[in-house]
Nanobody, 115 residues
Framework: QVHLVESGGGLVQAGGSLRLSCAAP????????MGWYRQAPGKQREWVAD???????TYADSVKGRFTISRDNAKNTVYLQMNSLKPGDTAVYYC?????????WGQGTQVTVSS
């Protein structure tokens, strides 16, 4: 059983910032692609951002320029820095680790952006 432990969600006003964290086992973190997804009420889960073990990052168009994904290899942790938050960013955010044939999810953390 692989546990991804998320933290950092909360309530913030529009225009504010939050940073999400996701800690993974070292054996996973060193080779897996780490990503963030989100699911708003009544909507499907959608991809937000990815970071490979080599440092390549990609973003959904809806968050590009506002969110930054990063990896701390010493702490086996991936972060999602979210700036200029909008009410439309309100969702449960999930951390994902994936590699060939394996996908693991965190428990999710709520992010609520008030207008």
């Amino acid at each position: 059983q692989v546990h991804l432990v998320e933290s950092g969600g909360g309530l913030v006003q529009a225009g504010g910032s939050l940073r999400l964290s996701c800690a993974a086992p070292g054996s996973i973190f060193s080779i897996y692609i780490m990503g963030w997804y989100r699911q708003a009420p009544g909507k499907q889960r959608e991809w937000v951002a990815d970071a490979t073990s080599g440092g390549t990052t990609t973003y959904a168009d809806s968050v590009k320029g506002r969110f930054t994904i990063s990896r701390d290899n010493a702490k086996n942790t991936v972060y999602l820095q979210m700036n200029s938050l909008k009410p439309g960013d309100t969702a449960v955010y999930y951390c994902q680790a994936r590699w060939i044939g394996s996908i693991y999810w965190g428990q999710g953390t709520q992010v609520t952006v008030s207008s």
